[in-house]
């Protein structure tokens, strides 16, 4: 479908360069499924008068999106948003769009200017990066013997980790559930090939312990 029509907003009073607000905005056509793949865009002449503004923006913008694998850019055939694959990937790697719809919603709704709660979001990552992350989440699987154990134990004394322990004559379900939910699964040495055929399928490490109560181990376990 051509979409020679669309409308972007643009504020020259942003802190966002003019060139960002656009390529932003079409990754979040893109996102929302308003773009579909192959779907063709604007012409660089196009979008520049439909903006006021210099055509070469509009041409970096196409550049770096066909860089990122979103657009295709071919002689005679204009500039196209991606294959199927291509848009069905960078989704998975960026799921975010949905969550960022409903906060907007919410911060609304709430009455909050919705400017002002984006600007104090950046400022507080400027000031204090990444907030902290949340607490690993450990899984013993048949933690009898006492070498076990001792890791269940220093693990418990030494962070506010959340752990969880279960038999391994637990349902299938139910292990294959416990080992999706955790950061860090835990078992004994002659367990661990077959906890790890379920791990393998949701790409989790497994580490097993013998009978020493090794704290280079122990230390591995907690820096997961």
Same mark, same amino acid.
């Given at each position: 479908m051509?979409?020679?029509g669309?409308?972007?907003?643009?504020?020259?009073?942003?802190?966002?360069?003019i060139?960002?607000?656009?390529k932003?905005?079409?990754?979040?056509?893109?996102?929302?499924?308003?773009l579909?793949?192959?779907?063709?865009?604007?012409?660089?002449? @196009?979008? #520049? !008068?439909?903006?006021? +503004?210099?055509?070469?923006?509009? =041409?970096?913008? &196409?550049?770096?999106?066909? *860089?990122e694998?979103?657009?295709?850019?071919?002689?005679?055939?204009?500039? @196209?948003? #991606? !294959?199927?694959?291509? +848009?069905?990937?960078?989704?998975? =790697?960026?799921? &975010?769009?949905?969550?960022? *719809?409903?906060t907007?919603k919410d911060?609304?709704?709430?009455g909050?200017?919705?400017?002002?709660?984006?600007?104090?979001?950046?400022?507080?990552m400027?000031?204090?990066?990444?907030?902290?992350?949340?607490?690993?989440r450990?899984?013993f699987?048949e933690?009898?013997?006492?070498?076990?154990?001792?890791?269940?134990?220093e693990?418990?004394r030494?962070?506010?980790a959340?752990?969880?322990?279960?038999?391994v004559?637990?349902?299938?379900?139910?292990?294959?559930?416990?080992?999706?939910n955790a950061?860090?699964?835990?078992?004994?040495?002659?367990?661990?090939?077959?906890?790890?055929?379920?791990?393998?399928?949701?790409?989790?490490?497994?580490i097993?312990?013998?009978?020493?109560?090794?704290?280079?181990l122990?230390?591995?376990?907690?820096?997961?």
């Amino acid at each position: 479908m051509e979409h020679s029509g669309l409308f972007f907003k643009i504020d020259s009073y942003s802190p966002l360069p003019i060139n960002v607000q656009i390529k932003e905005q079409i990754k979040w056509l893109i996102g929302k499924d308003l773009l579909k793949p192959r779907d063709i865009l604007p012409s660089t002449n @196009q979008l #520049a !008068d439909q903006l006021s +503004i210099n055509r070469n923006t509009i =041409q970096w913008i &196409y550049s770096q999106l066909k *860089e990122e694998g979103l657009l295709m850019i071919q002689k005679g055939r204009g500039t @196209q948003v #991606a !294959d199927e694959d291509k +848009i069905e990937e960078f989704k998975k =790697q960026n799921p &975010y769009f949905s969550f960022v *719809e409903q906060t907007i919603k919410d911060t609304y709704e709430l009455g909050f200017n919705v400017e002002n709660v984006l600007m104090s979001g950046f400022a507080y990552m400027q000031l204090f990066g990444q907030p902290m992350k949340r607490d690993l989440r450990y899984l013993f699987i048949e933690c009898k013997v006492s070498s076990c154990i001792f890791y269940l134990d220093e693990i418990k004394r030494m962070t506010s980790a959340e752990i969880h322990t279960i038999d391994v004559s637990s349902s299938e379900n139910i292990l294959i559930k416990s080992i999706d939910n955790a950061d860090v699964i835990v078992t004994r040495t002659d367990l661990a090939e077959k906890v790890k055929r379920f791990a393998d399928t949701a790409q989790k490490t497994v580490i097993s312990v013998g009978s020493t109560n090794d704290v280079s181990l122990l230390m591995d376990m907690i820096r997961q």
